[in-house]
């Protein structure tokens, strides 16, 4: 039996109503956690650690053994032969992104995108996302909300407003909208919160610093044409390469590092050669991507989501122009899969990017029944715990998590716990589910769902 436990109240402002049994509550004490019978997947070994204990004390798991623990006031949960596995990471979403872009544009004042936001994190921490990395978006709020208890949701690790040049994939100001960098212009939410346009050195340097004044632990520029943009084709490449090292050089003063949106050769290229470290998707890459990404360590932040959603639910979220570039994308990602895996690259995070539609949210573990075309259910796991956590983890100084590490199951690290029917690490679509298949979440030594007798 568990200890009382009580509702968190000034948790759930926006979001009243628990569904789940167990969910958003927290021990009126803290009790130690030890769960029992339990197979260990680590974060990284192949083989689980059969029939182990692992004791949590506060936030961190204090001892994983595979010999009985006696520990005084524990609360004790029998996992029942379950698999326990850390908490998954997303690299690449935008939390505070959660509706059509043109809405969240044109109709909404920034209460809702709070309002709406947190209801959706809260989700995402219901699908088993215990940390998130937000690539560019007014998300540094919510963390802090998060943070400080005051919202549910998963750990965030945020860009800050995107940076991009003027006509680049940060670009959605309505056809008549002056620049909001020109003397006398009045900038929208969007070019105050969402994303900075900069062109030429000192403005991207300024545009950087800004992002950091926020408060990002990480940078996002955009490198390349993308799909939810209208004026900027998939083929174009976008900052110079003197504006692009301008602002790694200026991530690399705070101690931290770019990540780059791009998806073909020429964007992907250009931003290696200016020192960038992390670049998202990637899908039209061809060898020549593949060789220089293999050669400077670079990590790749791909996503297969994409395989799953269908022309109309592309426009629905991002407009029926973002629909032709989209199907461009979709057809290459199966090509990058193959050569991610001929090229032995093996700094691959896991991403799902899903912006703009709240049903297409809730298909956000899809991902890992498309990554099974290309690698092996003990990969995807990796990825999507281990993995992932190296890549935030880069963020250095600024990484607002250090009492541990995150994405493994070891003394020490935190206690962001999974228990999961059956063995994901043989079959990872198990995860697919989540909703039947994963039993327990726990985030920061929270119980937050609990579905056990």
């Given at each position: 039996m568990t200890p009382k436990f009580k509702h968190l109240v000034a948790m759930t402002a926006f979001s009243a109503g628990l569904a789940i049994a167990g969910q958003g509550l927290a021990q009126e004490?803290?009790?130690?956690?030890?769960?029992?019978?339990?197979?260990?997947?680590?974060?990284?070994?192949?083989?689980?650690?059969?029939?182990?204990?692992?004791?949590?004390?506060?936030?961190?798991?204090?001892?994983?053994?595979?010999?009985?623990?006696?520990?005084?006031?524990?609360?004790?949960?029998?996992?029942?032969?379950?698999?326990?596995?850390?908490?998954?990471i997303d690299a690449h979403v935008h939390m505070a992104i959660t509706e059509p872009v043109a809405d969240l544009r044109d109709n909404f004042d920034w209460m809702y995108w709070g309002a709406v936001s947190t209801i959706e994190a809260e989700k995402m921490l219901l699908r088993g996302f215990t940390t998130v990395r937000d690539a560019g978006g007014p998300a540094i709020g919510l963390q802090k909300a998060i943070d400080r208890g005051k919202a549910i949701g998963p750990r965030i690790y945020a860009s800050g407003p995107v940076i991009s040049q003027t006509s680049g994939h940060g670009e959605h100001r309505v056809y008549t909208e002056p620049h909001p960098n020109f003397m006398g212009a009045q900038p929208s939410f969007f070019n105050q919160h969402v994303e900075f346009l900069a062109d030429g050195v000192p403005e991207v340097?300024?545009?950087?610093?800004?992002?950091?004044?926020?408060?990002?632990?990480?940078?996002?520029?955009?490198?390349?044409?993308?799909?939810?943009?209208?004026?900027?084709?998939?083929?174009?490449?976008?900052?110079?390469?003197?504006?692009?090292?301008?602002?790694?050089?200026?991530?690399?003063?705070?101690?931290?590092?770019?990540?780059?949106?791009?998806?073909?050769?020429?964007?992907?290229?250009?931003?290696?050669?200016?020192?960038?470290?992390?670049?998202?998707?990637?899908?039209?890459?061809?060898?020549?991507?593949?060789?220089?990404?293999?050669?400077?360590?670079?990590?790749?932040?791909?996503?297969?989501?994409?395989?799953?959603?269908?022309?109309?639910?592309?426009?629905?979220?991002?407009?029926?122009?973002?629909?032709?570039?989209?199907?461009?994308?979709?057809?290459?990602?199966?090509n990058q899969m193959k050569l991610l895996k001929e090229y032995e690259i093996e700094n691959v995070a896991f991403s799902t990017d899903i912006?703009?539609?709240?049903?297409?949210?809730?298909?956000?573990?899809?991902?890992?029944?498309?990554?099974?075309?290309?690698?092996?259910?003990?990969?995807?796991?990796?990825?999507?715990?281990?993995?992932?956590?190296?890549?935030?983890?880069?963020?250095?100084?600024?990484?607002?998590?250090?009492?541990?590490?995150?994405?493994?199951?070891?003394?020490?690290?935190?206690?962001?716990?999974?228990?999961?029917?059956?063995?994901?690490?043989?079959?990872?679509e198990i995860l697919v589910d989540y909703t039947n298949n994963i039993d327990l979440i726990m985030k920061d030594g929270v119980i937050y769902k609990n579905t056990l007798d």
């Open positions: 004490e803290s009790f130690p956690i030890l769960f029992s019978n339990v197979h260990v997947f680590n974060g990284v070994d192949e083989q689980r650690i059969e029939n182990a204990n692992v004791l949590v004390v506060d936030n961190l798991i204090a001892e994983v053994s595979v010999e009985p623990l006696a520990v005084a006031n524990a609360q004790i949960i029998d996992g029942g032969g379950r698999t326990l596995m850390p908490g998954l340097l300024r545009a950087t610093r800004e992002a950091l004044r926020m408060g990002a632990v990480q940078i996002k520029v955009m490198a390349g044409g993308g799909v939810s943009s209208s004026v900027d084709p998939l083929h174009t490449v976008q900052g110079l390469p003197e504006e692009l090292e301008a602002s790694v050089r200026a991530a690399a003063d705070w101690g931290t590092y770019v990540m780059v949106h791009a998806y073909n050769d020429d964007s992907i290229l250009r931003s290696l050669e200016a020192g960038v470290i992390s670049i998202e998707h990637g899908q039209l890459m061809t060898e020549v991507s593949a060789q220089a990404i293999k050669d400077s360590g670079a990590w790749i932040v791909p996503f297969y989501s994409l395989l799953g959603l269908d022309e109309e639910v592309v426009k629905k979220a991002l407009g029926p122009a973002a629909a032709p570039k989209f199907l461009d994308v979709q057809a290459g990602a199966r912006i703009g539609d709240p049903v297409a949210l809730t298909k956000q573990n899809d991902e890992f029944k498309y990554r099974l075309e290309a690698w092996t259910s003990h990969e995807i796991l990796q990825q999507a715990t281990s993995k992932s956590a190296e890549l935030l983890a880069l963020s250095g100084k600024l990484n607002p998590y250090t009492a541990g590490p995150l994405g493994v199951i070891e003394q020490g690290a935190y206690a962001d716990l999974l228990l999961v029917e059956g063995n994901p690490v043989e079959d990872a």
